[in-house]
């Protein structure tokens, strides 16, 4: 069946702009998960969503962050006034519930890169 | 939350086992043990996990010490496509903040040669 997709695979922002990133979850999977991937940083946490839970948004680095997902399904993580530092793969995953017993499928990740 | 720790790096030869280990003296009874891999330019994907007992699936075995305090994964025939960077994740049952999310340490890179 279909995995977990992205989109844009690639996004050259200029620094200052905001940028929008999406991710389409397994059909059926209730939670869904953030990561970004930055040489400096290694794999990171930003943000989880379990059904109707409120998100754990722990990992997110700044207030430039911030994420919603629509009717259970998909998300967007948004960065506004992005800085180079944000340059990153960012990565998200779904599984069929929350918790540990739960594996979780990623996505290809959507490649920042801010001039 | 407890800790792994692996080796940077390990090299095998195709077609050969290879046994990559993760130790958690730390790791608490209720602390999941998770395998994942990356091979390169892609997300991370699931291999295994587990919680007391050895556990096998079409992709690798997870080997855990009796007391808990390591384990490790096995590959039974690496093969070129093994080649990648395997992280051993812990994450607790019994909520708090490993319960939902992966955290990622440095893993082990993992060379198969031909």
């Known amino acids: 069946g279909a995995g977990v997709s992205q989109s844009p695979s690639n996004k050259v922002t200029e620094k200052g702009k905001d940028v929008e990133l999406r991710c389409d979850p397994i059909s059926g999977h209730t939670a869904l998960y953030w990561y970004r991937q930055s040489l400096g940083q290694g794999l990171e946490f930003l943000i989880y969503f379990q059904g109707n839970s409120a998100p754990d948004k722990s990992g997110l680095p700044s207030d430039r962050f911030s994420a919603e997902r629509t009717g259970g399904s998909v998300s967007t993580l948004t960065i506004q006034r992005t800085q180079q530092e944000d340059s990153a793969v960012y990565l998200c995953?779904?599984?069929?519930?929350?918790?540990?017993?739960?594996?979780?499928?990623f996505g290809p990740g959507t490649r920042l890169t801010v001039t | 939350d407890a800790k792994t720790t692996q080796p940077n790096s390990m090299e095998s030869n195709e077609e050969e086992p290879v046994h990559l280990p993760c130790n958690h003296s730390t790791i608490s009874g209720t602390d999941y043990i998770h395998w994942y891999r990356q091979l390169p330019s892609q997300g991370p994907e699931y291999v295994i996990h587990?919680?007391?007992s050895n556990v096998n699936n079409r992709m690798a075995s997870l080997a855990i010490a009796e007391d808990r305090k390591s384990s490790t994964l096995i590959l039974h025939r690496a093969t070129l496509r093994d080649a990648a960077v395997y992280y051993c994740i812990l994450r607790d049952k019994a909520g708090g903040t490993s319960y939902g999310k992966l955290t990622f340490g440095q893993g082990t890179i993992l060379t198969v040669h031909p």
């Open positions: 587990g919680l007391t």
């Open positions: 995953a779904s599984s069929l519930a929350g918790g540990p017993n739960y594996e979780q499928y």
